[in-house]
């Protein structure tokens, strides 16, 4: 789980922010202890939302957070340029800063870890990368890009990993997917730390994508899981059919042999991916049972969709974070609580990060906890992104008199931006 993120100098995020996840024992009472875990000691809220206005900079944090998945795990080398990462300062100074700074805190597999990485956004490179493991307090270097520290490592693989162009691509990809490192500890860290950047989802999985309905095809078992589940929300859905039909590849690839140019292989390789992709629909089916009625996943309304994709994405895995900029998009509001609701009891094992415009949420009596809630807000001053925890104010009391809501709407919601129409201009 992640205990802490912080950024300085990326989009409308100009002087560190720091999004901590843990909280103390003397806040959490019996009836929200399912929404903490202990984790090394540390005990971590699990389930939490971020608000604030348009414009409040409450994207730049979850882009952020994006940034440093993509530098970290991500082979840059061979993006395309349509995916490259572009990496922007705050652009509010007369002088702009060089350096984008990222950090992570975060537990795996009970092993505590630090990984920080240092952008320059004028030459477009890694200009210094970090790794700590944290033991009993103690911070213990794995590796140190400016300081040219390396744990454990040995000669060989030393030279080898200096053949590697590290300016695009991390210490950390390549020490887990380029390097075969001898030190079996090192080697175990490298990809713990590796295998949980990569279980941070910014997305929720399509039910309908092939490789959902793959997944569902070969493990019966997990289907059932999921039917059960979903069977329980209020999406009149009584069943759940996926099938692999029997195609015939070469009749099927017949069918597009005059599209095909014998003087441009460019174009035919890119025929062939649209080919393929063809095939994998026709071939994989995903039919959502309404009682005898049959719906395929398109015809279903953006709602349901939305739905399915949330339920699967979460049983689908044992553990993972995710966060989710617009948490209840396509969502009815009611369907989106009773889902914060089911969420707040189970999976234990995952951590979420919504954000939303839902200010009900506050007042949900299921996550009606301080530590969970977090406001984005923008300095009127530099115009600078600062985020502020519900924490803060001691004197908001937790009780169904006290409208958290209503509180925010009073000393939050007024202070930037604020977008008006005025009568005059006849609107």
Known sequence: MILSFAVKNYKSIKD??????????????????????????????????????????????????????????????????????????????????????????????????????????????????????????KEIIIFSKL????????????????????????????????????????????????????????????????????QLINNPKKLNEIKSKIKKFDLTISDIKVEEKDINREEFNSKYSSFFDESDEQINKSLRKVIDTFYELQKYNLEIMHDQNGLNYQEESKGTQRALDILFSVYNIDSGVFIIDDFENDLHSKSAQELVKYLAKEFITHQFLFVTHDLEMLDLKEVKFKPLHFFAERDTKDFSTTIERLTTFKDLRSDSRNSWKNFYENHRLTQFPNISINDKDGF
């Open 147 to 214: 300081e040219d520290q390396f744990l454990n490592l040995n000669q060989s693989e030393l030279e080898r990993l200096k053949t590697y162009k590290l300016e695009k691509n991390s210490i950390l990809r390549t020490l887990s997917k380029e390097i075969e490192i001898s030190n079996i500890n090192i080697k175990a860290h490298i990809d713990n730390v590796f295998s949980f950047i990569n279980k941070i989802y910014f997305n929720f999985t399509k039910l309908n994508s092939t490789q959902s309905i793959k």
């Open 16 to 137: 560190l922010l720091i999004l901590d996840f843990t909280t103390e024992k003397s806040e959490v009472q019996p009836k929200f202890e399912a929404l903490v875990k202990k984790e090394q000691g540390q005990l971590v809220t699990r389930l939490n939302f971020l608000y604030g206005k348009n414009g409040s900079g409450k994207s730049s944090i979850v882009d952020a957070l994006k940034a440093l998945c993509k530098l970290g795990i991500s082979d840059n080398n061979k993006t395309s340029e349509s995916e490259k990462l572009i990496i922007k300062p705050f652009k509010f100074l007369e002088v702009l800063e060089s350096k984008t700074f990222f950090t992570l805190l975060f537990v795996n597999n009970q092993k505590k870890y630090r990984y920080s990485v240092s952008y320059d956004v004028n030459k477009e490179i890694i200009d210094d990368e970090q790794l700590k493991y944290i033991e009993d307090d």
